[in-house]
C-alpha cells in the first residue's frame, strides 16, 4: 500500500507546498478557512459508511466511571471534532478506539472489525491503518525526525532503511516542514515542528483514519490555523477520516464537518456544528456563547462573507 500511495503522497505534497507558499498569511488570518469549512461541510452525507462504531462502551478507573454505555458512529471521509468538559472522557475513547484502552464493557468496531474477537496479528493489521498524533507529539527524542518517521515503515511495511528515509522526506514535505528538520532531533525543533513531525510520523503508512488529540494545543495562533488548514489540505487529497479531539473552537468552526459533545459519561451529540451549539445543556450553552465562543462564531462568520 506504502509504495502504490507514492503517486498520491507526491501530488498532495504538492498542494500542501502550494498552500504555504502562496497560502501560509490567509490561513493565518483565516480567508482560506472558511472557504474550506464550506467544503468540508459538502462533503458529509455524500458518504455515510460507519468507519468507528462505539455501542454501548462502559470505562472505569476502580470506582471511577468515565464511560456508561456510550455509543458514537464515526463517517468515512469526514472530520469529526470530539468536545467536553475536563474529565469528560475524550482522550480515554480516543485510546479506547485505538486499542490503548481496554474497556470494561461494550464494544468497538473499526474498519469493520470488532476488535476485542480479534487475534493479535489480525488486531494489529488494523492497527497498522490508523494514523495517531498524540497532544504532546509523543516523537522518541533519540532519533531524529527522518528516523522517528522512518520507524513505522520499517517496522510495520518492512522497508529497508534507505528507502524508509525516503519516503519519510515525502512525508516531511506533505506536512510543509524542509528536508534539513529531518536530521534534526526533537529537541531543536520549535513547537509547530514537533507538532508537523509527529504528524508526518502519524501518516507513514498511508492510515484510513488519523487520530488527533489536542494537535492545536500550545501552538500561536496563526500556527493553529495553518495546521488546521494543513489537515483540510491532506484530508481532501488523502481521503482519511479524521477523529480530532480538540478544546479549540476556531479549530471546530472551520474545518469539523461534525461535532459530537461528550457529557454525562456518553455522547450528549453528535451532529453538525449549527445543531449541536443550539443545544439546552449548560454546558453546551457556556462553551459555545461565552466570549470565546462568541469571538469564534463571529470571525468565522465574517470570514464566510468575506470568502462569498
Not at 102 to 126: H, I, K, M, N, Y
Not at 269 to 282: F, G, N, Q, T, Y
Request: charged share 25%; glycine share 10%.
Amino acid at each position: 500500500m506504502v509504495n502504490n500511495q507514492a503517486g498520491v503522497v507526491d501530488n498532495a505534497a504538492e498542494i500542501v507546498a502550494g498552500h504555504s507558499s502562496s497560502g501560509g498569511s490567509e490561513a493565518g488570518s483565516g480567508g482560506s478557512r472558511a472557504e474550506a469549512r464550506g467544503e468540508t461541510h459538502g462533503r458529509h452525507g455524500k458518504e455515510e459508511e460507519v468507519v468507528i462504531e462505539v455501542r454501548d462502551l462502559t470505562n472505569r478507573f476502580d470506582r471511577q466511571v468515565v464511560h456508561h454505555k456510550l455509543n458514537l458512529d464515526v463517517h468515512r471521509g469526514e472530520i469529526l471534532g470530539v468536545i467536553g468538559g475536563s474529565g469528560s472522557g475524550k482522550s480515554v475513547l480516543l485510546r479506547s478506539i485505538v486499542g490503548l484502552q481496554t474497556p470494561a464493557s461494550g464494544s468497538v468496531r473499526v474498519l469493520g472489525q470488532d476488535f476485542s474477537s480479534l487475534a493479535p496479528e489480525s488486531r494489529s493489521a488494523v492497527e497498522r491503518r490508523f494514523g495517531v498524533l498524540f497532544q504532546a507529539g509523543a516523537l522518541f527524542s533519540s532519533l531524529t525526525v527522518v528516523e522517528n518517521i522512518a520507524l513505522p515503515l520499517i517496522e510495520n511495511a518492512g522497508l529497508d532503511r534507505p528507502e524508509a528515509e525516503h519516503l519519510a522526506e515525502v512525508k516531511l514535505a506533505l506536512v510543509g516542514l524542509p528536508v534539513d528538520a529531518g536530521h534534526k532531533y526533537p529537541a531543536a525543533l520549535s513547537g509547530g515542528m514537533v507538532k508537523r513531525a509527529a504528524l508526518a510520523r502519524a501518516l507513514a503508512l498511508d492510515p484510513d483514519i488519523l487520530f488527533l488529540d489536542e494537535p492545536t494545543a500550545g501552538l500561536d495562533p496563526i500556527g493553529a490555523a495553518e495546521f488546521d488548514q494543513l489537515i483540510l489540505t491532506l484530508r481532501d487529497a488523502l481521503g482519511f477520516t479524521v477523529f480530532l479531539v480538540t478544546h479549540d473552537l476556531d479549530t471546530l468552526y472551520t474545518i469539523c464537518d461534525r461535532v459530537a459533545v461528550l457529557s454525562d459519561k456518553h455522547v450528549l451529540a453528535a451532529d453538525k456544528l449549527e445543531v449541536v451549539e443550539a443545544i439546552e445543556d449548560p454546558w453546551v450553552q457556556a462553551y459555545f456563547n461565552g466570549p470565546r465562543g462568541r469571538a469564534a462564531k463571529n470571525a468565522n462568520r465574517q470570514l464566510t462573507t468575506e470568502a462569498h
